[in-house]
């Protein structure tokens, strides 16, 4: 069985200071990781996937992923952040064993502020 | 144009109704899902369809029906409510390619549920 874990529920951060989200994910099958984010009272959207290939994926609004399958983790990463940038990310994880539905961590708050 | 859409946004009613919640999608899609996000912010798969066909059925109450009359639709209805359902509730959808889903799950606003 997969499952995921963020490991920080709340992070505050300064506007344009970098941050790291961080991720990490078991599964005895290969997977598939995502970064979704949900602004307040809206639904996801995809940050970036990771599927196979280069272990460095970027995605949209400067954020970028890397994917350790040693340390088995998939930390979200942006050098500079907004205030834009305030919302809720989750990581999640599909394989073949869940019929590839997404698995999503608890999600990491991240407060952005001037 | 909307490539997921839920309705209603909104669905406030009282213990032991029985509610339905729509989705549609025009992505041509194949694959729709329904979770279940709680207070907690956490978010659940409870169902998934392809092709019509159900696939995947979480640990739901038999009291939550999904439908999908076609690809492009999969709906759910709620029988007798309880104020535990109290939640958001997502629809999303994919594509599955050669067996194995590699596309994104476009999720559409969802509908927050209010039981009394």
């Known amino acids: 069985a997969q499952s995921v874990t963020q490991l920080d529920s709340q992070v505050p951060v300064f506007e344009e200071a970098p941050v790291e989200l961080r991720c990490n994910y078991s599964?005895?099958?290969?997977?598939?990781l995502f970064w979704y984010v949900q602004y307040p009272n809206q639904g996801l959207q995809l940050l970036l996937k990771y599927l196979s290939g280069s272990t460095l994926v970027k995605g949209i609004n400067g954020f970028e992923a890397e994917f350790n399958k040693s340390q088995t983790s998939f930390h979200l990463r942006k050098p500079s952040v907004h205030i834009s940038d305030t919302a809720e990310y989750f990581c999640?994880?599909?394989?073949?064993?869940?019929?590839?539905?997404?698995?999503f961590g608890k999600g990491t708050s991240l407060l952005v502020t001037p | 144009d909307t490539a997921v859409s839920q309705t209603p946004k909104y669905l406030v009613t009282q213990m032991g109704n029985d509610k339905s919640i729509k989705c549609e999608q025009n992505l041509g899609h194949d694959t729709m899902y329904w979770y279940k996000q709680d207070s907690k912010k956490f978010l659940k798969i409870m169902f998934s369809?392809?092709?019509?066909?159900?696939?995947i059925n979480e640990t739901v109450p038999n009291r939550f029906s999904p439908k999908s009359p076609d690809k492009a639709h999969l709906n759910l209805h709620i029988n007798s409510l309880e104020l535990g359902d109290s939640a958001v509730y997502f629809c999303?959808?994919?594509?599955?390619?050669?067996?194995?889903?590699?596309?994104?799950?476009?999720f559409g606003p969802g509908t927050r549920l209010t039981v009394l």
């Open positions: 999303a959808s994919s594509t599955r390619l050669a067996g194995a889903i590699t596309d994104t799950q476009y």
């Open positions: 999640a994880v599909s394989d073949y064993g869940s019929g590839y539905a997404l698995n």
């Open positions: 369809y392809n092709n019509k066909e159900l696939i």
């Open positions: 599964s005895s099958v290969s997977v598939y």
